[in-house]
């Protein structure tokens, strides 16, 4: 088979002036797909991200993924993570989808857009669990499942001295750059998440950056407004 073919399909739901149209694509990966096909599926999701809302769904085959903190330690998915960081993609599958694993995956550029994620079990001689959702043509903003880190309730001192008490000469003895990274990645994922808890992250005025406030907002109106000689201030 031509590695530049991929088993994928790709449909455009119209929609309203008001909420556009959404691109929909369903995608199978198989398990010994080469460097040379994921290529191709990373050029075809970059050109789709574009578009003003996308919906990327399928088996995607990267059992090895740690979707809790973006990371994995082979070549290839870590290749795929690029992709859906490259392109500003939310992964929005929470549980296993097949034997412990999470292979199936839904992928979105819009918070929101996607909703009332379920797993439904087998269909038939299949081992995949199935997936329902609804794609929201109104999308909602008011529920975000976004968490983030609550630094402002960490206890920055357990912290130091959880990770104080590692013997790192030991621990990364022997290894190489990539090894002793990923052995400190996990010590440092686990003390965070034992001294500092999250928070759901609030999607209200999310376009605007947090240091546009009120104030810096009337002052910058203000400068841009018309002096009497017509021309606008400096």
């Known amino acids: 088979m031509d590695e530049e073919l991929n088993e994928s399909l790709w449909v455009r739901i119209k929609g309203s002036t008001a909420t556009g149209d959404i691109i929909a694509g369903v995608y199978y990966r198989p398990p010994d797909q080469g460097d040379q096909a994921d290529e191709a599926l990373y050029r075809q999701t970059g050109a789709a991200s574009r578009s003003q809302a996308l919906v990327l769904m399928g088996d995607f085959n990267h059992p090895h993924i740690c979707w809790r903190d973006n990371t994995a330690e082979h070549k290839q998915p870590r290749k795929f993570l690029e992709c859906v960081d490259d392109n500003f993609l939310l992964q929005v599958i929470e549980d296993p989808t097949r034997r412990g694993a999470m292979l199936d995956l839904v992928l979105t550029n819009k918070e929101g857009l996607v909703g009332d994620i379920k797993l439904k079990g087998s269909l038939g001689c299949s081992d995949h669990e199935m997936v329902e959702f609804r794609i929201l043509r109104a999308v909602r903003r008011a529920h975000s499942k976004l968490t983030t880190l609550d630094f402002r309730r960490a206890d920055f001192g357990l912290f130091r001295d959880l990770l104080g008490r590692i013997p790192w000469d030991k621990a990364l003895e022997g290894r190489g750059a990539q090894e002793s990274w990923l052995v400190f990645k996990g010590h440092l994922l686990q003390a965070q998440e ?41």
């Open 194 to 234: 034992r001294c500092i808890p999250t928070k759901r992250k609030s999607s209200k005025n999310t376009k605007r950056p947090p240091r546009m406030n009120k104030e810096l907002l009337d002052k910058v109106k203000q400068k841009m407004k018309p002096t009497e000689g017509g021309s606008k201030g400096r």
